[in-house]
């Protein structure tokens, strides 16, 4: 029988591995992606066709390849990464297989264009089904780009089983979001058909996380730290009430390569135990670095799986330092860090038997008993003056419900009456210039809102789901949505600052470095005189960075970074011609950054504090985006449920 064995043509058996490797035009991108960082660029760019089946094109600046080295790196088992077998244990790239180039251009259009740093000239090779159809010197900026045109061209029956155009492109954007992750400090471009998706200054890992998935996520974040001997975990579990019903986000990186590993991801959940419903999946983004001679990623070709020699240790580990962190967030309120040594027993009491104490009852006390007028009232905060929101309901002395809520002017600014209270000349806001200006015609406050109004008014109040602020009226209840009247104090607050510009700032005790991409930098500088009199002090704007000493009083250092993205979203956002002026958009986009949100528990002071402010505001009935901020039922509308 004549010989039957034969060795297949490279390009067949390129083909066969190409179905391995690239599955599809996603796996074109986390190939190419993860050669640039392994050539050390600092800057890459994704741009795609029609969800990469049509083009994935990456451009790098890094180290590049000479004219060799490029004809060479399409060739099978040709790599830069290892020379032994040995080297498989100490990996610190990316690649190692040497089968990436290959794979693709034996199923695409390629084209490779790359210039090392020292050489003159670089290199333009063209290859088809893994043929070179060309190779010529060309004028190129240092690194590299390689085009991948029509994957699958050759495989119809592969390119047929491409999904629709929106399932692959999500694909692309998961291999992206995976490298971008790992790399924090690369800056990352993609575009799809020629738009921005994208766009990822050079940051830390916090802030690429809210570039990534939106300034909303800095505020959910709970950091995770440890470190032994055998593994450092670093990175952020999100807080469990944003856990999803779906799959979200859920980020291991070991040793800055993304992996998937159900095992660790049982011990996060578990960690999670009795924090989220069984349903709902917690999000995280973890960094675990190994000893490289601890691992071995090279069980699987797509090199998403990893293999631990000590996998029981780093479980329990990982398991243990999450428990800790969310148990950190769960016991300290953000702002109070310290015990507070008044809720110890005192030493000379700790051993004394308990008394009864004696308790005095005034039977005569009628909740519902109006009480005699008194005075004045004094209001514990800022502006002084004390007709601010019962004088808002003029003329309630008939009770709540049978007047008409109070008008709107026109002009906006205060309040037109008719009976005592405000009027138009003498008392109310008068605004002569940007200034506001108080003046009160009489210390008799004729309408009496609240139930227990004498020297502390709203003295009774409650919070409905951390949203809403209930506090009753002397006919009646109010319901005040939290965020939004906090947004229209500080939008009031905000807009007199950036035009009196007489706003205070709290210096940082280290400057914050924040950066942005170009443009986005050019839109700060825009603003940034109307930001300074907000209280923000910018001691550096340059490149692509900005350095902050000065903050607002009114925010957390740790929400700079968030307001700022958002304020530059909104600006480019912004619709031209509304009519608006830029420091009111200012105004309003800080405002809804700053503002305390939903799901935020107010204490009584808090309650009380924020009710005043906001009813010594110029238009305490609506939010700065024209919201309602609060409703009343007066008894006759609770009468009605109950009939
Ligand atoms: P591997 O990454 O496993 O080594 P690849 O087929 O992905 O295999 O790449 C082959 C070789 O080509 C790499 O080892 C590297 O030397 C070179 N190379 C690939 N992409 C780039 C790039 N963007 N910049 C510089 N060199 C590159
Ligand atoms: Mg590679």
Redesign the pocket.
């Known amino acids: 029988m004549a010989d039957i064995i034969q060795l297949l043509p490279d390009h067949v058996a390129n083909q066969i591995a190409a179905g391995e490797v690239v599955q599809r035009p996603a796996s074109v991108v986390k190939?190419?992606l993860?050669?640039?960082i392994?050539?050390k660029?600092t800057s890459i760019t994704l741009l795609i066709k029609d969800a990469g089946k049509t083009l994935v094109q990456?451009t790098?600046n890094?180290?590049?390849?000479s004219v060799t080295?490029a004809r060479?790196?399409?060739e099978r088992h040709?790599?830069?990464?290892?020379k032994s077998a040995e080297d498989l244990f100490n990996l610190h790239?990316?690649?190692?297989?040497?089968?990436?180039?290959?794979?693709?251009a034996a199923i695409a259009h390629v084209e490779l264009k790359?210039k090392t740093e020292n050489s003159e000239i670089g290199t333009h090779l063209t290859i088809e089904g893994s043929k070179v159809i060309s190779q010529e010197p060309a004028v190129v900026p240092k690194?590299?780009t390689?085009s991948v045109k029509n994957l699958f061209y050759n495989i119809p029956a592969r390119r047929n089983f491409l999904k629709s155009n929106p399932v692959e492109t999500r694909h692309i954007i998961d291999e992206f979001h995976r490298v971008a992750l790992a790399h924090p400090n690369v800056a990352f471009q993609m575009l799809h058909n020629g738009s921005d998706v994208f766009n990822l200054p050079s940051s830390n890992s916090r802030q690429r996380i809210v570039n990534i998935f939106g300034s909303k996520t800095n505020e959910k974040l709970v950091p995770v730290h440890e470190e032994t001997e055998i593994l450092k975990i670093e990175g952020f579990v999100l807080k469990p009430e944003f856990g999803k019903k779906s799959r979200g986000e859920q980020f291991f990186f070991v040793n800055d390569r993304f992996i998937k590993s159900p095992y660790l991801h049982h011990a996060v959940a578990s960690a999670f135990e009795g924090l989220v419903k069984s349903d709902i999946h917690p999000g995280y983004f973890l960094f675990l670095e190994v000893d490289p001679h601890s691992i071995d990623i090279n069980i699987h070709p797509t090199k998403t799986e990893i293999k631990f020699d000590d996998e029981h240790s780093i479980y329990a580990m990982l398991r243990a330092t999450i428990k800790h962190s969310l148990g950190q967030f769960n016991i300290a309120p953000v702002l109070d860090f310290e015990r507070n040594k008044g809720f110890d027993t005192p030493y000379d009491y700790s051993k004394k038997q308990p008394t009864a104490p004696s308790i005095e009852v005034d039977r005569d006390f009628n909740p519902f008993k109006e009480k005699p007028k008194q005075g004045n009232i004094n209001f514990p905060f800022k502006r002084e003056q004390p007709a601010s929101w019962e004088s808002l309901y003029v003329g309630l002395k008939d009770g709540f419900g049978s007047t008409q809520p109070p008008e709107r002017t026109s002009s906006g600014a205060g309040w037109s009456s008719s009976g005592a209270g405000w009027s138009s000349s003498g008392a109310g806001w008068s605004s002569s210039g940007a200034e506001m200006e108080m003046e009160f015609e009489s210390e008799e406050v004729t309408g009496s809102l609240f139930e227990n109004e004498n020297s502390e008014i709203g003295q009774i109040t409650f919070q409905i789901q951390n949203k809403y602020i209930v506090s009753p009226l002397k006919n009646g209840m109010m319901i005040i949505h939290q965020n939004l009247a906090h947004q229209r104090i500080l939008y009031e607050e905000l807009l007199k600052n950036i035009t009196v510009k007489e706003a205070v700032s709290q210096q940082l005790l280290f400057p914050l470095q924040l950066h942005f991409s170009k443009p986005d930098l050019e839109i700060i500088e825009r603003v940034r005189e109307q930001l300074e009199h907000t209280g923000f002090i910018f001691s550096e704007i340059k490149d692509e960075t900005i350095e902050i000493s000065g903050i607002p009083v009114l925010i957390l250092e740790s929400h700079v970074v968030n307001l700022l993205n958002q304020l530059v979203h909104d600006i480019k956002e912004e619709v031209p011609d509304t009519g608006f002026s830029q420091n009111d958009m200012l105004a309003k986009s800080m405002a809804a950054s700053m503002a305390i949100k939903t799901g935020v528990s107010l204490n009584k002071e808090e309650r009380e504090h924020l009710i005043n402010q906001l009813f010594a505001c110029k238009e305490p009935t609506v939010s700065p985006t024209n919201k309602p901020v609060f409703t009343a039922l007066d008894v006759s509308d609770l009468d009605k449920k109950f009939m």
């Open positions: 190939e190419l993860e050669n640039a392994d050539a660029a990456v790098d890094g180290i590049g390849m080295d060479l790196s399409f040709a790599t830069s990464k290892i790239t990316k690649g190692f297989r040497g089968e990436a180039l290959a794979s693709i790359t690194g590299t390689i």
